[in-house]
């Protein structure tokens, strides 16, 4: 297990590319945000512990029925994890995350009145929630300052020198030490799309990168 001071220790460089980062990804993802749909706190944390091992596409093609029949906690909150499944069918994992939904519905309703906490310990501790979907949910929807490290925030920040863990609490840490606290959430999406569209888990297209220049590529190995 790494040790406090081991987490705190950041590769060489990483603060001469953090802000050459940054530059290409607000010059080349402006807009970046989560690409899942939402229009309240509710369906976006419902969205969030859905998106789990599954892709935001899948998400998004089965949460307009599901939002349409439960619009609130209220409404999921009467619901049984059988009246959840069929309209989450289409979603791997389906049967955990209905458990879970209807779960965490009733507890929205039993301790904060059918709302989705302004609180971050109080988002981790709902069911299918975890520290990810706290940082996600919080931040697109009560601008709470964040980086949620997923596969690609993490993979993205190995490979570019500026973390050298795979534990995402400490990639986290690595990440807020070297950005703006107001890029944080920005920082979270672009890495994202940026991990989506050129730099694949496992075939980075370097030739096509912005930050071909001055990414150290780290654990990149040359294709054929
Ligand atoms: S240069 Fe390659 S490894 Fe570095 S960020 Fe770009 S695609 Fe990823």
New binding site residues.
């Given amino acids: 297990m790494s040790s406090p001071r081991r987490a705190s220790r950041l590769p060489a460089g990483a603060r001469t590319r953090a802000p050459q980062v940054l530059s290409v990804l607000q010059a080349t993802y402006p807009d970046a945000r989560t690409e899942l749909a939402f229009t309240t706190p509710f369906e976006l944390l419902v969205a969030t512990v859905l998106s789990a091992q599954a892709t935001d596409v899948s998400v998004n093609a089965a949460t307009p029925a599901l939002f349409a029949r439960y619009p609130d906690a209220h409404a999921m909150s009467a619901a049984t994890p059988e009246d959840i499944e069929p309209l989450i069918r289409s979603i791997g994992l389906y049967r955990g995350k209905a458990r879970n939904l209807a779960a965490l519905a009733r507890l929205l309703v039993e301790r904060h009145g059918g709302e989705v906490p302004n609180d971050f310990d109080a988002v981790v501790a709902l069911p299918g929630a975890g520290r990810k979907t706290a940082n996600v949910v919080l931040s697109n929807a009560y601008d709470y300052p964040a980086i949620a490290v997923d596969t690609h925030v993490g993979r ?1 920040a190995r ?2 020198g500026l973390s050298t863990h795979t534990n995402p609490d400490h990639v986290e840490t690595d990440l807020q030490k070297l950005f703006p606290r107001d890029r944080w959430v920005f920082l979270h999406h672009a890495l994202i799309l ?1 991990g989506r569209r ?2 694949h888990a496992r075939r ?3 030739a096509a ?1 912005d ?2 220049a001055f ?1 150290p ?1 780290v654990g ?1 190995v040359a294709g054929p």
């Fill in positions: 993205l490979r570019l940026h050129v730099c980075p297209d370097c990168c930050m071909a990414c590529r990149v």
